[in-house]
């Protein structure tokens, strides 16, 4: 483990921008991503250094009920995380496995619960999305009375805080490109889930009451390509838009997608790219591409109708792989890619600031999180990077808790959680 070095603070125009991007955050992380879908939290007292001999600020970790790599999500003193398992491991490709919802204690780590929901229809034959065969792969969401969770068999349902079956529906059709990839938004009286499908005749997004689980609206997409993306929620001149990023293999005409996240309706489309990672928004600019590798878009989100000829900002030739979501914080754009390159870009003009290798971080899958401390998180169970915002490539430690796996850390009243292969960590300054 690397100790911080000595630096500079992040600036106080970097802080304020970074603040004023993430409006009224709580104590909660209430979904993939966090409160704004967008990687950002408030919290100042987040720990720099964690794990090695001593296992510092490791406040506890707690054995998982089988794997995936599905982020966890908070709320209160709740840590939910999907999982699954195959009581018998050779039977992986031969039975549906089970899909475990768990709820651990956040002030302990102890299981509160760990409820089986009834696997949905499609068995699985394709196992390439990592830890859990892909089956456990879209992260929960909640709203603080119900824990909303999707599997990779194509079944949705909601829990209760203790850990009962409220509804529980089938998607279908199921014609996802290798998995379900994208994670369930809960927003107003409605949980939203992306389907991106391989046929892309069955693409839509659907609107379930968060409460029944009734479909309220289903807005059909039947030109859309495939995408394991999850959408994003901003704000623009007072008018709330839901992005969808969806492009397969290439780049779209309409890849990215602004829609009334109310009704589903059309807003705008805009040429781009878009598959594994989500879009990233701030300083005026969505940014998005592929995490497949290709090329990446910044593009102003002030337009309606077709803006691909008016409001695309600047372009980025090639990104190379990276599954994990790109990040913006003040005036820069950041983002992770094979074989651990961080590059930094300018909002304004794309200009590159840096391109800077992170040796031996874990997982490309696993999406950042920047605190109000302007702290770029690369945070996962295994080795993990901790670096300083700004023009300048700064590292302030590298940790490692020796269980790498793919999940996006969640944040939570100063306290960092992580889920590797076998266990949930908690993570916080000792006092």
């Not at 950042?368 to 670096?387: C, E, H, Q, T, W």
Request: proline fraction near 8%; glycine fraction near 10%; hydrophobic fraction near 40%.
């Amino acid at each position: 483990m690397i100790r911080p070095t000595t630096f500079a603070p992040a600036s106080l125009i970097t802080t304020i921008l970074l603040l004023l991007a993430v409006p009224a955050l709580g104590d909660n992380w209430p979904r993939f991503r966090g409160p704004t879908g967008l990687g950002y939290t408030a919290d100042k007292d987040l720990p720099i250094t964690w794990g090695g001999p001593t296992n510092e600020n490791v406040l506890w970790k707690a054995p998982l009920k089988g794997q995936g790599h599905a982020s966890p999500i908070v709320w209160g003193d709740s840590v939910f995380v999907c999982t699954v398992n195959w009581p018998n491991s050779k039977a992986n490709e031969k039975v549906i496995p089970e899909h475990h919802v768990t709820c651990y204690q956040v002030s302990d780590g102890t299981m509160r619960w760990d409820t089986l929901l009834p696997p949905g229809p499609w068995l699985r034959s394709d196992f390439r999305s990592g830890p859990g065969g892909g089956y456990a792969a879209p992260t929960p969401a909640t709203d603080g009375n119900l824990v909303y969770c999707v599997f990779g068999s194509s079944v949705m349902a909601a829990l209760d805080f203790q850990g009962k079956i409220v509804w529980r529906k089938e998607i279908i059709p199921f014609s996802f490109d290798v998995t379900v990839g994208s994670s369930p938004i809960v927003f107003q009286d409605t949980v939203i889930l992306f389907c991106a499908m391989a046929k892309n005749t069955d693409s839509c997004v659907i609107a379930f009451d968060k409460t029944s689980g009734q479909e309220k609206w289903r807005q059909k997409f039947p030109t859309m390509a495939f995408a394991h993306s999850t959408p994003v929620i901003i704000e623009v001149a007072g008018r709330r838009q839901m992005l969808l990023l969806a492009s397969g293999m290439g780049v779209k005409d309409d890849a990215l997608r602004s829609i009334d996240p109310g009704d589903g309706k059309a807003l705008w489309t805009c040429r781009a790219a878009g598959d594994a990672a989500s879009p990233a928004y701030g300083a005026g600019i969505i940014y998005c591409d592929s995490g497949r590798g290709g090329p990446g878009f910044a593009i102003d989100p002030t337009g309606s109708g077709d803006v691909s000829k008016t409001h695309i900002k600047w372009s980025i030739g090639q990104v190379p792989e990276g599954i994990g979501s790109p990040i913006i914080v003040g005036q820069y754009v950041y983002r992770l890619h094979r074989p651990g390159i961080l590059k930094c870009w300018d909002t304004a003009s794309g200009k590159q600031v840096y391109s800077e290798r992170l040796d031996g971080l874990s997982t490309d899958w696993s999406s950042p999180i920047a605190d109000a401390n302007g702290r770029l998180y690369f945070a996962n169970a295994g080795k993990s990077y901790v670096m300083q915002t700004g023009p300048q490539f700064k590292v302030l430690a590298v940790n490692d808790l020796g269980d790498p796996n793919h999940p996006s850390p969640a944040v939570s009243q100063g306290k960092l959680f992580l889920v590797g292969l076998k266990n949930v960590y908690c993570i916080a300054n000792k006092r």
